[in-house]
Nanobody, 128 residues
Framework: QVQLVESGGGLVQAGGSLRLSCAVS????????MGWFRQAPGKEREFIAA????????RYTDSVKGRFTISRDNAKNTVFLQMNNLTPEDTAVYYC?????????????????????WGQGTQVTVSS
C-alpha cells in the first residue's frame, strides 16, 4: 500500500513563503510521477504543479508560475513544493498525488483522475 503524507502547511502573511513536503512510502518512489493540487472552500480541486519520474520535466498552472517550484528527491522519497510570494488567493488545502508510470520517464500529469494515490492534505492559509 502506497502512502503519501504532506507536511509544511500553516499560516503565513501575504508575501511570505512556505515549503510543502510529501513523503511517499510503500513502493519505489522513482516509479511515480508526482503532482500537487489544491482545493479552496466551495471550489473544485485545482492542478498546481507536476513533476516527472526523473525530475527533468515540470509543469505549472499559470497562476503560480514564477512563484512556486516543484522538486523531488528520489533518494528521500519526497516531493516538495516551494511557495514564494504567497497571496490570500493561495489559501487552500494542498494535496500531493502519485501516478504509477512504468513506461514514461518524462511524463507529467495534470489531470486529477489520472493519479493513483493521494495524501490527506495540508492546510495553507495566507492572511492579508
Amino acid at each position: 500500500q502506497v502512502q503519501l503524507v504532506e507536511s509544511g502547511g500553516g499560516l503565513v502573511q501575504a508575501g511570505g513563503s512556505l515549503r510543502l513536503s510529501c513523503a511517499v512510502s510503500g513502493r519505489t518512489f522513482s516509479l511515480y510521477a508526482m503532482g500537487w493540487f489544491r482545493q479552496a472552500p466551495g471550489k473544485e480541486r485545482e492542478f498546481i504543479a507536476a513533476i516527472s519520474k526523473s525530475g527533468d520535466n515540470t509543469r505549472y498552472t499559470d497562476s503560480v508560475k514564477g512563484r512556486f517550484t516543484i522538486s523531488r528527491d528520489n533518494a528521500k522519497n519526497t516531493v516538495f513544493l516551494q511557495m514564494n510570494n504567497l497571496t490570500p488567493e493561495d489559501t487552500a488545502v494542498y494535496y500531493c498525488a502519485a501516478e504509477l508510470d512504468l513506461i514514461h520517464r518524462a511524463k507529467v500529469v495534470t489531470v486529477p483522475g489520472e493519479y493513483d494515490y493521494w495524501g490527506q492534505g495540508t492546510q495553507v492559509t495566507v492572511s492579508s
